[in-house]
């Protein structure tokens, strides 16, 4: 059974940083699209970024509120940990962040566009709270 475990949120002022991690136990497989999405409360789910395990490609989501440049996914596969560096922090990217996961091919940014809807597993989600 695939478990996923997210750690690292908690509250910051604006400008700040938080470092979100997610351990991946149980047998996901070699070749999977790892993910961050979040959901502020009354807002629909959205995609933050996605990295493939097989050559660590990513993307990350490009909307008004754009984190690219600001946030870093990155991977361990040897500790099958997957982490969401999150600098100059908002406002805005306040909500519940949840690591999710699939098999098969390849991330790419239509993962992100659709909000996850392709992903099989999925953490409880950890709580990031920015203070203006």
């Known amino acids: 059974q695939v478990q996923l475990v997210e750690s690292g949120g908690g509250s910051v002022q604006a400008g700040g940083s938080l470092r979100l991690s997610c351990a991946v136990s149980?047998?996901?497989?070699?070749?999977?699209?790892m993910g961050w999405f979040r959901q502020a409360p009354g807002k629909e789910r959205e995609g933050v970024a996605v990295?493939?395990?097989?050559?660590?490609?990513?993307?990350?989501?490009e909307n008004a509120d754009s984190v690219k440049g600001r946030f870093t996914i990155s991977q361990d596969n040897a500790k099958n940990t997957v982490s969401l560096q999150m600098n100059s922090l908002k406002p805005e990217d306040s909500g519940m962040y949840y690591c999710?996961?699939?098999?098969?091919?390849?991330?790419?940014?239509?993962?992100?566009?659709?909000?996850?809807?392709?992903?099989?597993?999925w953490g409880q989600g950890t709580q990031v709270t920015v203070s203006s």
């Open positions: 149980g047998k996901l497989g070699s070749r999977n699209c």
């Open positions: 990295i493939y395990s097989g050559d660590s490609r990513y993307y990350y989501a």
């Open positions: 999710a996961a699939r098999g098969g091919y390849t991330c790419s940014p239509l993962d992100l566009r659709q909000r996850g809807g392709g992903f099989n597993y």
